[in-house]
């Protein structure tokens, strides 16, 4: 198999994974897990697009996946603050629970 | 394609694979922290040791212990009862869901297989030129992502800060 595709197709399960546990857990932490997952997943497909690319010296692929993961970082830390907010007003992380914009 | 690859590959995909479908939120975590390190280690056999070494700083070091905080704050609810189990009420369409972006995806992968690129050279990157790319032609966008990064801690920060009572 190509190597390249071995990648991808690793990666592609991946974000499948994180898709599938964004959609269906109940717990609001479990969902930004799920994210995570799909964004890490992302950043493989850079990485190894930019090592099987034709310009690697470029380092264009590699700056997208740094960038990436800081941005993730930023995402993290603002998702779970919210999930702790929102637990700190609900009493609860169950997100079949959350239904109402109001609070 | 060597062994390595298919063994850091399983170890990833498992990892993925039981941080989603475990019961206890903290066994997610530690399953997510060990696709973290699978990821990581694929970075480090794709020859990109700053992506992988800073995924190791970035995701295990900081993201999967933010995530232990978060689970350990919102403790009491993290035992679901027993009828209700820890998948939501829709599980079924987003399995649907999530099984078709996969096959779609693995499909364009194998039809294009033919005309991606084949094993090239190995790249000789070095830090320092990392470094030099960074301060030189990335310079605006690390300017930019330093600032989101202190926006978003600023945020954060603000957004879980507890209310006083009777504070306006």
Not at chain 1, 31 to 60: C, D, K, S
Not at chain 1, 72 to 95: F, M, N, P, Q
Not at chain 2, 27 to 38: D, E, I, K, W
């Amino acid at each position: 198999m190509n190597p390249l595709s071995g990648y991808l197709l690793v990666a592609a399960l991946l974000f499948a994974i994180g898709l599938a546990g964004a959609l269906t857990r109940r717990n609001a932490i479990l969902v930004l897990i799920g994210i995570e997952l799909m964004l890490n997943a992302a950043n493989l497909n850079l990485i190894a697009f930019w090592r099987y690319g034709p310009h690697p010296e470029a380092l264009t692929g590699m700056m997208f996946a740094i960038f990436s993961i800081a941005v993730a970082a930023a995402e993290a830390a603002v998702g779970l603050g919210l999930v702790i907010s929102i637990y700190r007003h609900a009493k609860t992380t169950d997100l079949d629970q959350m239904n109402r914009m109001k609070g | 394609m060597n062994p390595v690859f298919y063994i850091l590959a399983a170890l990833t995909v498992v990892g993925g694979l039981a941080a989603v479908l475990l019961k206890n939120l903290v066994h997610c975590a530690l399953a997510l922290t060990v696709a973290f390190a699978g990821l990581a280690l694929l970075f480090l056999e794709l020859d990109a040791q700053f992506a992988g070494f800073a995924q190791i700083l970035v995701y295990i070091g900081a993201v999967a212990i933010l995530v232990v905080f978060a689970i350990l704050l919102t403790r009491g609810s993290d035992t679901p009862k027993k009828e209700i189990g820890v998948f939501s009420r829709t599980w079924f369409a987003g399995l649907v869901v999530a099984a078709a972006v996969f096959a779609v995806l693995a499909w364009a992968v194998l039809l294009s297989a033919g005309g991606l690129p084949h094993e090239a050279g190995v790249p000789v990157v070095t830090t320092q030129q990392i470094g030099q790319a960074l301060m030189g032609r990335y310079v605006l966008p690390l300017e930019i992502v330093a600032l989101l990064l202190t926006a978003a801690t600023i945020g954060a920060v603000i957004v879980a800060m507890h209310e006083k009572e009777g504070a306006k």
